[in-house]
């Protein structure tokens, strides 16, 4: 059995994704544990980012493209300092790109330095930190962006609770965010970013602060969230197995400038349990990502 597809990018322009049909509908998402992948929703072409910064000119990101297709998991590693946060801000609206284009479903995201708002409602967003406001109970948290888009109030509370289901928080939406852990913190803010139900949901570390027993749990979890929702996840971490393990592809970015040196497609079984990490499938994938990224030191 074939267990990974490698490209390795020699001149930036790699993409390994192969049409896998059309999306179904979000019922047959969640029973098959394993969505099927549908017409690519995010592309980056030619993206460049050069900061300018007081110690001079940083060249952060040189001739990016990829093309993310509807209900994929790709995972975004690198060394430190290769641009990944780079990336996942010039996708989420937050920085715009030096040149190149993205689109999401066919939309810009960036026209020049302009943000197009429009685009980016099918976006949501996860950082390392949950970012709770203090002073709102968990549900009010999670509504925020359907009360940014004048949902009313009964409407916000339904989703809440929807979401808490989704999320494990079940029975915590009255509570306030210092009354909870780290991880359920977390399982908060992946609620928030869903309220508004984006097709893509971008995430920069987003368990790197939690110790590893609850990022285990977490990777379940958020593995379950994908099945049930069908987003597309563009996932960005330090830990080779965390992006195997969650990925349906991992991107390895080059030391600065971040380049796209390669991308493995990950075809282990879903849903994916402790066993798929003890396989030896799951450890050769790993270890050929670790070699890689040693190659690039
Ligand atoms: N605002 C900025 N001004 C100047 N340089 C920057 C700025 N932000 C990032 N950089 C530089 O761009 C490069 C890429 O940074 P980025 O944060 O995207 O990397 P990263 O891969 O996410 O790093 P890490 O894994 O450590 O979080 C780094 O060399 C960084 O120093």
Same mark, same amino acid.
């Given at each position: ?86 990336? +996942? &801000?010039?996708?989420? $609206?937050?920085? /715009? ?11 810009? %995201?960036? *026209? ?5 708002d429009e685009?980016l409602k ?21 509504g925020l962006p359907l009360k940014l888009r004048g949902v009313d109030?009964?409407a916000r509370?339904?989703r ?8 494990? +928080? &079940?029975?915590?939406? $009255?509570?306030? /965010? ?11 803010? %992946?609620? *928030?970013?869903?309220s508004a139900r984006p ?99």
């Amino acid at each position: 059995m074939e267990m990974t597809q490698k490209t390795t990018v020699q001149d930036g322009t790699g993409d390994a994704a192969a049409p896998r049909g059309e999306l179904p509908d979000a019922q047959a998402v969640a029973d098959s544990s394993r969505p099927e992948l549908g017409s690519v929703e995010l592309e980056l072409a030619g993206v460049n980012k050069v900061y300018q910064a007081r110690r001079g000119r940083v060249e952060a990101l040189r001739d990016v493209n990829l093309s993310i297709r509807r209900g994929e998991f790709v995972s975004l590693v690198g060394r430190s300092g290769c641009g990944k946060t780079t990336l +996942l &801000r010039i996708l989420s $609206g937050l920085l /715009p790109p030096s040149s190149g284009s993205v689109t999401a479903n066919g939309q810009s %995201i960036w *026209r020049g330095a302009s943000r197009n708002d429009e685009a980016l409602k099918q976006v949501g967003l996860v950082f390392q930190e949950a970012n709770l406001f203090p002073w709102f109970t968990i549900a009010e948290n999670i509504g925020l962006p359907l009360k940014l888009r004048g949902v009313d109030r009964k409407a916000r509370a339904e989703r809440a609770e929807e979401l808490c289901d989704l999320v494990g +928080l &079940r029975g915590f939406e $009255g509570a306030y /965010p210092r009354e909870l852990s780290g991880g359920m913190r977390q399982r908060a803010a %992946i609620a *928030r970013a869903l309220s508004a139900r984006p097709s893509i949901l971008l995430m920069d570390e987003p368990f790197g602060a939690l110790d590893a027993l609850t990022r285990d749990k977490m990777n379940l979890e958020l593995q379950s969230i994908h099945a049930a929702t069908g987003a597309t996840v563009v996932f960005v971490t330090h830990s080779i197995s965390e992006a195997v393990f969650l990925a349906d592809r991992v991107v390895l970015l080059t030391p600065r400038p971040g380049r796209i040196r390669s991308v493995t497609s990950v075809s282990l079984d879903r849903p994916r349990s402790a066993d798929t990490e003890a396989s030896a499938e799951f450890q050769q994938i790993v270890r050929g990502l670790r070699v890689e990224l040693d190659e690039e030191s």
